[in-house]
């Protein structure tokens, strides 16, 4: 998603009564002539694009699982669950 924050000062230094800027700092900051601004910047576009990765309604599909375990007709296939263990333990131990 195109979104894109730039703070000028961060937003403790600001709410710290000890950090505000004393008499001298100031008149210096003054001489810049740089406000003090944020901005944020969105695009639909990246929005739009990013539309595929979002998952699908698996609605039906959870329905249909939870009536079979409802009635007592689900069946876990051991051997792919195995597997898929195994494999997500492959996957955690790169970490």
């Known amino acids: 998603m195109g979104i894109e924050i730039t703070a ?3 937003l403790a230094d600001v709410n710290r009564p000890a950090n505000k800027l004393s008499g001298n700092n100031q008149a210096n900051n003054k001489s810049t002539n740089e ?3 944020d901005s944020v910047n969105l695009s639909v576009n990246d929005l739009l ?3 595929d990765s979002i998952p699908p ?4 599909r959870i329905a249909e ?4 375990i409802e009635n007592g007709n689900y069946v876990v296939d051991s ?6 263990i195994i494999q997500n333990e492959n996957e ?4």
């Open 49 to 51: 694009s990013n539309l």
């Open 57 to 60: 309604d698996n609605s039906a």
């Open 92 to 95: 955690l131990a790169t970490f």
């Open 8 to 10: 000028r000062a961060p």
């Open 79 to 84: 051997q792919k669950l195995a597997e898929n």
């Open 35 to 37: 406000p003090v601004t």
């Open 65 to 68: 699982l939870k009536n079979k």
